[in-house]
């Protein structure tokens, strides 16, 4: 009795010790700007983030977003993959609890006649020994492996990590996808107003080749000039088709996203440049905004996995203890099987002590150093990375601003070129190549502009989505007051996306690894 108390508490004492380096989430890289208030990073990617889409009124764009919600088959991959980490980190865990199996056994033997076993044994006995011997069995195995040296905590660990990382990765997903149908749906209301413009050239070009050959026909033209005029209304006939096929590739690629076939899925043309700005952004945005980027999260979540492995490997130089027991009945007669005389037993330690291995488990501790070291080097990138794609899109908003500005003018000073070249080609002081010229800077002017107030909406949507998906007025620095964009006019309601079903929320697979 003292013995077996003395083995539990030296079990007990010594499954406090964990080996292998705890983890601690490592600084950045290189220092980040002055104006960004950075912190050692804490993933905060399960942030309630809103349906962010909303803040551009746009009816069509939040319903294209639910259906892609809902139905996208890579988000749809992204949830199966969650649901597997999930489970592995429920299968690491399970190792803290002893293994108990049920073996029930039937066997008959015959010996053979020569067996030496029977060379002492008189004459008569050895008869009896030739006949089947019959053997019934009920055992019950136990074994339970003591966590001396922290394998399987560090095991379970990491499986933690490993799932948290899945869950990440589904967020990451998501706002990809959430980002990439808002892309694909102003790129389509960009080609929308460039159709507008080409089908008003294709109008007054058609209307110039009418009026030439009027003119032909009272003396005042020639037929170079109907024959330029018809080839200007050609040209923009094939841009208008050109325009067209790109904007049926666009619908193509957003019917895939949102997970339904490109036949079935038709937008009604609605040219961007009818209507408003992109939400205005913030001239400052703290680094702690950052955090809220999944990427970000599943690269540091991914690390800690890494950390945890090295103690994995590192517990594999120490000696394994494993407790082991079996009880059951044993007899020769099935009716006699559970007689208690026929009860056996037996417990013990088996200790599994590595003497040598050829250098394998050295080579796996080093293994697991090196992934660990390219985890943290990931993670590093992944962290300055996310401060560039925030850089860019705040530089992109803020030039596109300015070069809109002056193609709003320039486009306005070109209509008026054109008009006034087209009523001097009427009184004949000019000729139509002038009006010609006049009227291809109008339309290169205004195709100009509608792709830059196209790029407008991308850097926005890129924005938001470099921020992690959005942000939320209590996170900005009150030190800078600056315009916010989620004014009380587009308040969002709080809480994450909600799809029309759960099928793709991580939250409804079961209770999320703690």
Not at 305 to 320: L, T, W
């Amino acid at each position: 009795m003292k013995r077996s108390l003395l083995l539990i508490g030296l079990s007990a004492l010594l499954a406090g010790c964990t080996v292998g380096p705890n983890y601690q989430r490592p600084a950045p890289a290189a220092p980040l700007p002055m104006d960004w208030h950075w912190q050692a990073a804490q993933p905060r990617d399960d942030l309630p983030k809103g349906p962010w889409w909303r803040l551009f009124r746009e009816d069509e764009l939040d319903r294209l977003e639910d259906a892609a919600i809902a139905q996208n088959q890579d988000l749809k991959a992204a949830v199966a993959r969650v649901d597997e980490s999930r489970a592995r980190a429920r299968l690491q865990g399970a190792s803290f609890f002893p293994t108990a199996n049920l073996d029930p056994a039937y066997t008959r033997t015959q010996l053979p006649r020569d067996n030496p076993q029977f060379a002492k044994i008189p004459i008569p006995n050895i008869l009896q020994r030739y006949e089947p011997a019959n053997s019934y069995s009920v055992p019950i195995d136990l074994s339970y492996e003591l966590d001396l040296w922290g394998r399987v905590r560090r095991s379970f660990e990491a499986g933690q990590a490993e799932a948290q990382a899945s869950v990440a990765d589904y967020q990451n997903v998501l706002l990809t996808l959430q980002s990439d149908v808002a892309v694909e749906y102003f790129t389509l209301r960009e080609y929308d107003a460039e159709t507008q413009i080409l089908n008003d050239t294709v109008k007054a070009r058609s209307e110039s080749v009418r009026i030439n050959k009027v003119r032909v026909q009272a003396g005042r033209a020639t037929n170079v000039d109907v024959a330029q005029a018809e080839t200007d209304l050609t040209n923009a006939q094939a841009s208008l088709a050109d325009v067209a096929q790109k904007r049926a590739e666009t619908q193509d690629a957003l019917a895939v996203l949102c997970g339904v076939n490109p036949s079935d899925q038709i937008l009604d043309p609605y040219p961007l440049q009818t209507r408003g700005t992109p939400p205005t952004v913030p001239v400052g945005l703290p680094a702690s905004l950052l955090e809220r980027r999944p990427d970000i999260a599943e690269a540091e979540r991914t690390m800690a996995a890494q950390n945890a492995a090295i103690g994995v490997a590192y517990a594999a130089f120490f000696p394994k203890v494993t407790l082991t027991g079996s009880g059951g009945v044993l007899s020769a007669r099935a009716t006699d099987l559970f007689s208690w005389q026929n009860s056996v037993w037996s417990y013990g330690p088996q200790i599994s002590l590595p003497i040598f291995d050829g250098g394998q488990n050295l080579s796996n501790l080093q293994a697991a150093r090196a992934n660990y070291n390219e985890a943290v080097a990931r993670y590093r990138s992944t962290v300055l990375d996310s401060v560039r794609d925030v850089e860019d899109a705040l530089a992109d908003l803020r030039f596109l601003a300015q070069e809109n500005a002056a193609l709003l003018q320039s486009v306005e000073s070109a209509r008026q070129a054109t008009d006034l070249e087209k009523k001097r080609f009427l009184v004949g002081e000019t000729n139509y190549t002038d009006v010609i010229v006049a009227d291809e800077t109008r339309l290169a002017t205004e195709r100009t502009q509608a792709q830059v107030r196209g790029q407008q909406f991308y850097a926005t949507v890129r924005l938001i989505k470099a921020l992690g998906g959005g942000w939320d007025a209590s996170e900005l620095n009150a030190e800078q007051p600056a315009p916010y964009p989620f004014n009380a006019q587009a308040k969002l309601p709080s809480g994450r996306p909600q799809s029309p079903t759960t099928d793709n929320d991580p939250s409804s697979l079961g209770p999320r690894v703690q």
